[in-house]
């Protein structure tokens, strides 16, 4: 069977960008689907990138998209991969437009879903002042009035992380302290409040935290919110093309990958957040680029005979 295409690469953020470039450098008809559903699309700039620390991630994709124009086996869409299903020695994929396309290789890049609290007021605040990661959010929100919510060995960890960034720090429990005495302690000595009023709503004003609002009426002023926010795979696509999902210390349905990218389905490899225990930008630059080099060579392997998988 001929495929229309090499490599589909679905989700166009920073892993799925950063694999699209390196397959176009090594000349493979590569096709990248994005919805645009990029999980930091919401902040204000990328913290800690090099080259792009602090700009805001909408330029970042811009500029990657602009550079794929340069190769001339690459095609950018807009969309999404709606199913998939294996077929014969390869793929065929739906899109949302209603086209059907073969493929010999996929790249799972979609990202994840984040799933913060369902607070009253956070939505407008999200990926401003409040946030998930302090090494994304951290250097903007130094030396001002935190806070963190936590839960379990969870909010230890987050109250101290706040820590580097400034010395004013609430761990709020929402009414849930699961902390011992030797918790307490250890909050204690490192100058964290612990507050275990129930939280009613978050306020603010163009995305900015001024407060949390209390169910007993009372009010604490609060520059910064540092939350949980789980994640979840986007769609059942990893599952329909055979890649086996486990639980892992961030998400319940991280997909598992070998040493090179390869899912449970050796032809279907994943990239960035969708597949790693710490998501960030750079990372997901790095998996990318990883990821498409043996993609690259798997089909070398294929066409020519090149010893596969590489040592």
Not at 77 to 85: F, L, P, T
Not at 253 to 270: C, E, M, N, Y
Not at 282 to 309: D, H, K, N, T, V
């Amino acid at each position: 069977m001929t495929h229309e295409w090499e490599c589909v690469v679905v989700g166009g953020g920073a892993a799925g960008l950063s694999a699209t470039l390196v397959l176009g450098r090594a000349r493979r008809r590569t096709l990248l689907v994005d919805a645009g559903e990029q999980s930091n699309r919401f902040s204000e700039g990328i913290g800690g990138l090099l080259g792009f620390d602090q700009r805001p991630p909408a330029e970042l994709y811009e500029t990657g998209r602009n550079e794929l124009k340069a190769y001339p086996t690459v095609e950018f869409r807009e969309g999404s991969v709606v199913q998939g299903a294996p077929q014969d020695d390869g793929f065929v994929l739906d899109l949302d437009g209603g086209d059907r396309i073969t493929t010999r290789r996929v790249l799972l890049a979609t990202g994840m879903q984040y799933c913060p609290p369902e607070l009253p007021g956070l939505e407008p605040l999200w990926g401003k002042s409040v946030f998930q990661c302090p090494f994304c959010h951290g250097w903007e929100m130094r030396d001002k009035r935190l806070a963190s919510l936590a839960t379990g060995d969870e909010a230890i960890h987050a109250a101290l992380m706040l820590r580097g960034w400034s010395d004013d720090v609430v761990l709020l429990t929402d009414g849930n302290p699961e902390l011992d005495g030797t918790d307490f302690d250890q909050l204690k000595s490192a100058g964290v409040t612990i507050d275990d009023r129930r939280i009613a709503e978050l306020e603010g004003t163009d995305g900015r935290l001024t407060a949390i609002a209390f169910a007993d009426g009372t009010r604490l002023e609060r520059d910064g919110l540092l939350v949980e926010a789980p994640l979840r795979q986007r769609s059942q696509l990893a599952e329909q093309l055979g890649a086996s999902c486990t639980p892992g210390p961030l998400a319940v349905d991280t997909i598992g990958i070998d040493a090179l990218h390869r899912t449970s389905t050796s032809t279907v490899f994943a990239a960035g957040d969708v597949c790693t225990e710490q998501p960030y930008v750079a990372g997901a630059i790095a998996a990318g680029a990883q990821a498409a080099m043996i993609i690259a060579q798997s089909l070398l392997s294929e066409q020519f005979g090149m010893p596969y998988p590489p040592e």
